[in-house]
């Protein structure tokens, strides 16, 4: 099970990351475009992750993926149970959801590292 702190630590390391703390949502962002967040119970984390993937994403394993909240549909952005993750694929899941909201060369300094 990976935990809120768990998701801090990788989520800090990654250049430009802020965290702020939303309406009850812990969220991690890259000058204002969120590519994770935590729910208040932090039993479910948001990722971007593309929108013409997504539904596939959640058929492959529906334990584990959820459909974003009705109100988030339009993002390109996905849920996960946190209980049924752990901490390899909630590095994968969150440094992934990163690379798509930093810009590219800054993407690229980080894989050369």
């Known amino acids: 099970m ?5 998701v801090r ?6 250049p430009r990351t802020e965290e702020a703390l939303v309406r009850d949502h812990v969220k991690f962002r890259i000058r204002g475009i969120v590519y994770a ?14 929108k013409e993937e997504r539904a596939a994403l959640v058929a492959s394993e529906p334990e584990k993926f ?11 952005w996905v849920r996960v149970r ?4 752990d901490e390899t694929e ?3 899941l969150i440094v992934d959801a990163w690379r798509m909201v ?6 690229a300094a980080y894989d050369a590292t």
Request: hydrophobic share 45%.
């Open 66 to 76: 959820l459909m974003p909240l009705p109100s988030d549909e339009r993002y390109q």
């Open 2 to 6: 990976v935990t809120v702190d768990d």
């Open 102 to 107: 930093v810009p590219k060369r800054v993407a």
């Open 37 to 50: 967040s935590i729910s208040p119970d932090e039993t479910l984390m948001g990722f971007a992750f593309p």
């Open 9 to 14: 630590r990788v989520a800090r390391a990654l």
């Open 90 to 92: 909630m590095r994968e």
């Open 82 to 85: 946190m209980a049924v993750i």
